[in-house]
């Protein structure tokens, strides 16, 4: 992948494995995709769950000789390909030759992939005149990165636009419960699933959605009102699990305490929605209480473990 364009076909095809390993128990087997395939690929920062494509992975591999063969240019490798290629040492003569043959030629495609999304060769790599080095817009302590150029691509071909994705422990899980379509006994049926009722069983009085599940049914009402006391927060009830999310990232002026409001409520709702799968597939009644233990331990391991980056002070 980082020395030939990967080609259409066989990017579907692995694209097709990868959605099948996802949501599938089994390969042959047909499935339900809760998610679209654009919402898996596109970046965390604009709400998506952050996989990549294929094929902006591969483009960023082959965007990366462009800058290995300006750094490395003593390396042997770097001199092989300049004699076989009678590059005349202008700096884009090497990607601009329209007669480059054998694996360069594979390498010399991406800068028309790049330029598809609006990305110039010279944000690859580009001479620093005045200090007499390589520079890139890519780079990280003067390594290419992969990665920085994989996700400018994702933004510029794939926007969820649903604000980012703020915590990653059930990321997937996650981003359907904030879009209010976890697969809920409404859901199932929506999708030609049959379902003995439709009916919230924690409750009786209300059709089993999303949103009740996580919100407004009287167990996750019981729950919520006992983790917003916990926290210290009054606030009048929320309806929506959306709403909910936005109320915590605005809830401070601390970006940290917000950060910290937000794990704890995608915490909650990951709780509450086990708690209601328990009920329904194990046959176990979960109270009210015992959820909120559960949030509480889950929260102590979580801030115990989860990245120094991402923790608040
Ligand atoms: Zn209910």
């Given at each position: 992948m980082s020395i030939f364009v990967v080609p259409t076909g066989m990017i579907d095809a692995l694209e097709r494995i990868t959605l099948k390993f996802i949501w599938s128990k089994e390969y042959d087997k047909k499935s339900i995709y809760w998610v679209a395939w654009e919402n898996l690929i596109s970046p965390r920062s604009v709400g998506g769950i952050g996989f990549g494509s294929i094929k902006s992975l591969n483009i960023s591999l082959l965007a990366k000789w462009m800058w290995r063969l300006k750094t490395d240019s003593s390396a042997l490798w770097a001199k092989v390909i300049w004699c076989i290629h009678k590059l005349d040492g202008k700096h884009w003569s090497v990607f601009a030759n329209g007669s480059n043959n054998g694996v360069w030629k594979n390498i010399v495609k991406t800068r028309t992939f790049l330029k598809n999304f609006?990305?110039?060769?010279?944000?690859?790599?580009?001479?620093?005149?005045?200090?007499?080095?390589?520079?890139?817009?890519?780079?990280?302590?003067?390594?290419?990165?992969?990665?920085?150029?994989?996700?400018?691509?994702?933004?510029?071909?794939?926007?969820?636009?649903?604000?980012?994705?703020?915590?990653?422990?059930?990321?997937?899980?996650?981003?359907?419960?904030?879009?209010?379509?976890?697969?809920?006994?409404?859901?199932?049926?929506?999708?030609?699933?049959?379902?003995?009722?439709?009916?919230?069983?924690?409750?009786?009085?209300?059709?089993?959605?999303?949103?009740?599940?996580?919100?407004?049914?009287?167990?996750?009402?019981?729950v919520m009102d006992n983790i917003l006391n916990w926290c210290e927060i009054n606030c009048e009830r929320f309806s929506l699990v959306k709403d909910m999310l936005l109320f915590a990232s605005r809830w401070s002026e601390c970006s940290k305490k917000n950060s910290?409001?937000?794990?704890?409520?995608?915490?909650?709702?990951?709780?509450?929605?086990?708690?209601?799968?328990?009920?329904?597939?194990?046959?176990?009644p979960m109270r009210s209480e015992t959820i909120v233990e559960r949030i509480k331990a889950q929260m102590f391991t979580w801030c115990k473990y989860r990245p120094s980056h991402n923790k608040a002070d």
């Amino acid at each position: 992948m980082s020395i030939f364009v990967v080609p259409t076909g066989m990017i579907d095809a692995l694209e097709r494995i990868t959605l099948k390993f996802i949501w599938s128990k089994e390969y042959d087997k047909k499935s339900i995709y809760w998610v679209a395939w654009e919402n898996l690929i596109s970046p965390r920062s604009v709400g998506g769950i952050g996989f990549g494509s294929i094929k902006s992975l591969n483009i960023s591999l082959l965007a990366k000789w462009m800058w290995r063969l300006k750094t490395d240019s003593s390396a042997l490798w770097a001199k092989v390909i300049w004699c076989i290629h009678k590059l005349d040492g202008k700096h884009w003569s090497v990607f601009a030759n329209g007669s480059n043959n054998g694996v360069w030629k594979n390498i010399v495609k991406t800068r028309t992939f790049l330029k598809n999304f609006n990305i110039e060769p010279k944000e690859i790599v580009s001479r620093n005149s005045l200090e007499g080095r390589w520079e890139s817009e890519f780079t990280s302590d003067n390594h290419f990165m992969v990665c920085f150029l994989r996700e400018r691509i994702e933004l510029s071909s794939h926007m969820v636009n649903d604000g980012p994705l703020d915590w990653d422990s059930h990321p997937i899980y996650d981003m359907l419960a904030k879009q209010g379509r976890i697969p809920s006994a409404v859901a199932l049926c929506q999708r030609g699933i049959t379902i003995p009722s439709t009916i919230c069983g924690a409750c009786n009085q209300e059709e089993e959605r999303s949103d009740h599940i996580l919100i407004t049914c009287t167990m996750a009402r019981m729950v919520m009102d006992n983790i917003l006391n916990w926290c210290e927060i009054n606030c009048e009830r929320f309806s929506l699990v959306k709403d909910m999310l936005l109320f915590a990232s605005r809830w401070s002026e601390c970006s940290k305490k917000n950060s910290l409001l937000n794990m704890i409520l995608y915490g909650m709702l990951w709780c509450i929605w086990d708690g209601r799968n328990k009920r329904v597939f194990e046959g176990i009644p979960m109270r009210s209480e015992t959820i909120v233990e559960r949030i509480k331990a889950q929260m102590f391991t979580w801030c115990k473990y989860r990245p120094s980056h991402n923790k608040a002070d």
